[in-house]
């Protein structure tokens, strides 16, 4: 007896997704809620789990296939973890690829698609490796650490086997890879921005210094009390909280012949996952205190980190905050994420000459750009929120006293 696996829910008008990868063999043993698949939606990657214990069973589909929400992916058959694992282990010991077989018995172990497929790849044990991501899960830093620790025997012996198959020094090669679900839904989403929204960047910069004063000062306080690095986007978040308040325009949005005001801020903050940039969404960021604010965005960057955020996670958002300075960029004009109006972009911080009192100065300086919805949202507007933030990051004090 086989018990059918359907494509679940997804999320509110998710009708699709795009099989990306089976995490189970056929013949492998498989506990009930055991991820046994992995879906690529439009926004995140979302792990199928087995609704019954037993043995994988057939494939009904293909990775790289696309399925509808409630299609039948494949099967699980009837049997006990035991005897699938006695019927397995033989077949896995007779091959000459020990690398899988140390993947599949530390099967149940909490890894993500990523994180498993990068164990296969490189042949690396995963109950060996220390995870440092939540709840102690491997993240992709964490294998490839270990692989750079460990040897290879496997490819060692390869490219001394065929020294041929090694292209030549100075070999032009090219290589065709089909993009993710979650990169095309990217591209498409940014090209419509441009060509539906009437785009618009106005620039400022900021001195950091009071609040790099106020995070030497408090950081290990803040951290014993609280649990969490006290970072800049507690700042900037209250800074942007502050400015929405006069401003309102950039915290709304266009919705047919209608404006839709927000008496709440939801800020997409956008983190780096290992098949883009995602934009989870903090919500009520305006009545969240510092330490509130910062462990939303640390728990957000593990999680896609892990390939573990959730469609909720995603949803929603009424302003997106991106941080390019930890990259390193100086300056950019970002994209906004519709049906927003507007998006703060942070960049480096870096010391420049500055004139204060008369006098030139060295001062941590960054660059702000925001963009913004020109439909909506109009140049004076724009400037007088960027302004504000402005303001409230170069003397916090007037986060506190709400000015």
Do not use: C
């Amino acid at each position: 007896m086989s018990t059918e696996v359907k494509v679940p829910v997804l999320g509110e008008s998710i009708t699709e997704a795009t099989l990306g990868q089976w995490l189970k063999k056929p013949g492998e043993p498989v506990a009930v809620d055991e991820p046994i698949a992995s879906l690529e939606t439009d926004k995140v990657a979302v792990e199928v789990p087995s609704p019954v214990a037993g043995i994988m069973g057939a494939y009904a589909v293909e990775e790289g296939a696309t399925v509808n929400v409630g299609a039948v992916i494949g099967s699980i058959d009837a049997g006990t973890g035991a005897a699938a694992a006695a019927a397995v282990v033989p077949a896995v010991t007779s091959t000459a690829a020990p690398a899988p077989a140390a993947a599949s018995e530390n099967s149940d172990l909490p890894l993500s698609p990523a994180v498993r497929r990068l164990v296969l790849e490189l042949g690396i044990d995963p109950s060996k490796i220390k995870g440092t991501g939540k709840d102690g899960r491997l993240t992709k830093e964490d294998v490839v650490a270990a692989a750079k620790g460990a040897p290879a025997p496997a490819a060692t012996s390869a490219s001394t086997a065929t020294p041929a198959a090694s292209a030549p020094t100075g070999a032009r090669q090219e290589e065709r890879v089909k993009m993710t679900r979650l990169r095309q839904t990217i591209a498409k989403r940014l090209k419509s921005a441009q060509d539906t929204a009437a785009l618009l960047t106005t620039f400022n910069d900021v001195d950091m210094s009071a609040v790099i004063e106020a995070r030497a000062t408090y950081k290990d306080l803040f951290e014993k009390k609280h649990g969490v690095r006290l970072g800049f986007m507690g700042f900037f978040t209250k800074a942007v909280a502050l400015a929405a308040r006069d401003v309102p325009a950039v915290n709304a949005q266009i919705d047919g012949d209608e404006i839709v005001y927000h008496n709440y801020l939801d800020v997409s903050v956008a983190v780096s996952a290992p098949n883009g940039l995602v934009v989870p969404v903090v919500r009520n960021a305006d009545a969240m205190s510092f330490a509130q604010i910062e462990k939303a965005i640390g728990d957000f960057g593990a999680k896609a980190k892990a390939g573990a955020l959730t469609m909720e996670d995603m949803s929603g958002g009424t302003f997106t905050i991106s941080n390019g300075g930890v990259f390193g960029s100086l300056m950019s004009t970002p994209i906004i994420n519709p049906p927003q109006s507007a998006v703060l972009g942070l960049h480096r911080i870096e010391d420049r000459a500055v004139v204060r009192d008369g006098q030139v100065v060295v001062r941590p300086m960054m660059y702000l750009a925001l963009s913004y919805d020109h439909r909506l949202i109009d140049g004076r507007e724009a400037v007088t929120f960027l302004k504000i933030v402005k303001e409230a990051i170069e003397d916090p004090t007037r986060l506190l006293i709400d000015l």
